[in-house]
C-alpha cells in the first residue's frame, strides 16, 4: 500500500490520516502489520494510535485499519461514512513524531 505520496507504507512507519468523517478516524499511527506481511492474513493496514511523544495511546479507540472501516448500526450514516472517507481520506508517512497531528 501507498500513502499520499507514493510512498510505500511499512510496518513502523508513523502515519497521520486526515479527512476521515468520523473524528476518532483521524490523528497519528503507528504501523503494526500491512497486508502481505509473514503472519498478517488482512487486506488492510493495521494501525495503533500513538501520542506526540511516540508512546502507544491508552485511549478506547487505539486500533485502525487502512483503508478505513466504518462500523456504524444505520444504513444512511455507513454509506455517508464511507462515500465521505473514499473521497477525502488520506494518510501520510511522517516518520517523524514533531509532524502533524
Known amino acids: 500500500m501507498q ?4 510512498k510505500e507504507i511499512k510496518v513502523g512507519d508513523v502515519v497521520v490520516i486526515s479527512g476521515g468523517y468520523f473524528k476518532t478516524d483521524n490523528g497519528r499511527f ?8 509473514g503472519n498478517w492474513l488482512g487486506k488492510e ?3 495503533r494510535r500513538i501520542k506526540k511523544d511516540g508512546t502507544y495511546s491508552a485511549g478506547k479507540y487505539t486500533i485502525a485499519f487502512w483503508p478505513l472501516s466504518v462500523t456504524v448500526s444505520g444504513y444512511e450514516k455507513s454509506r455517508a461514512a464511507m462515500k465521505h472517507n473514499a473521497e477525502n481520506a488520506q494518510i501520510e ?4 513524531l514533531t509532524g502533524p497531528p
Open 3 to 6: 500513502d499520499k505520496n507514493g
Open 30 to 37: 503507528r504501523v503494526e502489520h500491512v497486508p502481505g506481511e
Open 45 to 47: 493496514c493495521n494501525l
Open 93 to 96: 508517512i511522517v516518520n517523524e
